[in-house]
């Protein structure tokens, strides 16, 4: 992997990527140079179409969701499911939030349309002058950077680590692995990752993320 790293940025990021996950000092001999911050250079064509069609994964989904009866669910969670909710000022400030996930719409005709998952930890960090977002617990940990894109959202790409793995698999050696979304602030320290045709299940993932108290 090292050997390419001069000339292939994505190779860098997900050094940065991994290193973050797991605490790994990026080798001596590596390029000095910043990682790149145009996440189209990074992105994987397939990922590049997903995040094209945020808007209508997200229609898709809420329809699934209002034809099984069960809009009365989200109702409550106000702007996290409003799909033009975004506001200005989506860069997070490092710290560890409190998260939750909500996978809405099914891949498959009988599955469920709504699913919340058990509430984590997750993390926000500064890495190479770039952020980072970490899933800190449980046996999927999505970990990724977050590259600036304009004032009101910013772009994840990362991977999904699964199990006891301690490093993040490189991005785009496995594109059931490979994540794409957009971050964005919807409220008074309140922000969303929004994941549109996630490999498994749903058809839109959020994730909900907000400060966690310091004590």
Known sequence: MLKSLQSSPRILSLILLAGCVAGAAIDAHADDSPPPTNWRVIATSADRERLR????????????????????????????????????????????????????????????????????????????????????????????????????????????????????????RDPERDMIGAFERIGDQRWRLVLPYPRWESLLDVVELVPKARG
């Not at 994964?57 to 034809?67: E, G, N, T, Y």
């Not at 409190?98 to 498959?108: D, E, H, I, N, P």
């Not at 699913?115 to 890495?127: D, N, S, W």
């Not at 999904?160 to 785009?172: C, T």
């Open 53 to 172: 069609g945020w808007r209508t994964a997200w229609i898709k989904a809420l329809d699934q969701v209002a034809a099984a009866g069960q809009s009365q669910q989200i109702a409550p969670l106000g702007a996290l499911m409003q799909p033009d909710a975004a506001q200005p000022g989506a860069t997070p400030p490092a710290g560890d939030y409190a998260c939750r996930v909500f996978k809405l719409g099914s891949r498959r005709p009988a599955g469920p349309v709504v699913t919340t998952l058990p509430p984590f930890t997750c993390r926000v960090a500064q890495e190479g002058g770039i952020l980072s977002l970490t899933k800190l617990e449980g046996g999927q940990k999505p970990v990724g950077l977050l590259f600036p894109q304009d004032g009101s959202r910013m772009i994840f790409l990362g991977t999904m680590m699964l199990g006891d793995e301690r490093r993040a698999l490189e991005y785009g």
